[in-house]
């Protein structure tokens, strides 16, 4: 597949583990922000948003935490499986709002 | 599977070559997105096209250009191409104008420019 990003920060973790993945964000002006998911050769795929009003949001297995003081946002996956090895991504919509700005992004390798 | 569809998967061409890329959005999206995917500088937003026009434009050059056409399909033109111009070329669409919407990416065209 498709390689993508050959120095990224990596994070290895044990299958059946929690995942705990950070972002800095740089627009204090940001108000939506989402977590992507790209598997080797695939395009990115939609993980989970949080508009700026909130500072918690969960979904399956995911939970996506926003601290807008230091401009901080996490995403959490529990129990981490297999299937989660992939390129994280963190986006956020910038002062203009109208477009989305990605971070570097995080692999996640996961242990059997 | 997204739905978003692109054409082609792999495209290899020269410098100096012109390119077009080719991206058909999920059905009922109107809004269609170009994305840039490079090693160095990782996923930038390069234009955002909403029912035929033209909605925001992010860090796209003046060689590239794009366009929607009526039947909401979206082509991507890349001119005088670079060596750094080497790339993954993202296509998303979503269902109306606004950046608070899931973008849904196409599987991505691979160029190579020698």
């Known amino acids: 597949g498709e390689s993508v990003g050959l120095h990224l920060p990596t994070l290895s973790v044990q299958e059946g583990d929690n995942s705990i993945i950070n972002c800095a964000y740089s627009n204090s002006a940001s108000d939506y922000f989402i977590w992507y998911k790209q598997e080797s050769g695939k395009g990115p795929q939609f993980i989970i948003d949080i508009r700026s009003n909130m500072d918690k949001r969960q979904g399956q297995r995911v939970t996506v935490l926003l601290n807008k003081t230091v401009k901080h946002l996490s995403l959490q996956i529990a129990a981490t499986q297999p299937g989660d090895s992939a390129v994280y991504f963190c986006?956020?919509?910038?002062?203009?709002?109208?477009?989305?700005?990605f971070g570097g992004g995080t692999r996640v390798l996961v242990k059997p | 599977d997204s739905g978003v569809t692109q054409t082609p998967k792999h495209l290899i061409t020269a410098t100096g070559q012109r390119v077009t890329l080719r991206c058909s959005p999920r059905?009922?999206?109107?809004?269609v997105y170009w994305y840039q995917q490079s090693l160095d500088q990782g996923l930038q937003f390069l234009i955002q096209?909403?029912?035929?026009?033209?909605?925001a434009k992010g860090n796209i050059l003046e060689r590239f250009s794009a366009q929607q056409f009526p039947d909401l399909h979206s082509e991507l033109n890349l001119s005088s191409l670079e060596l750094g111009d080497s790339a993954l070329y993202f296509c998303a669409s979503s269902p109306d104008r606004s950046v608070y919407n899931e973008q849904f990416f196409g599987p991505g065209t691979r160029l190579t420019v020698l």
């Open positions: 059905s009922g999206d109107l809004s």
């Open positions: 986006a956020e919509n910038g002062a203009a709002g109208n477009k989305l700005t």
């Open positions: 096209y909403y029912n035929g026009e033209e909605r």
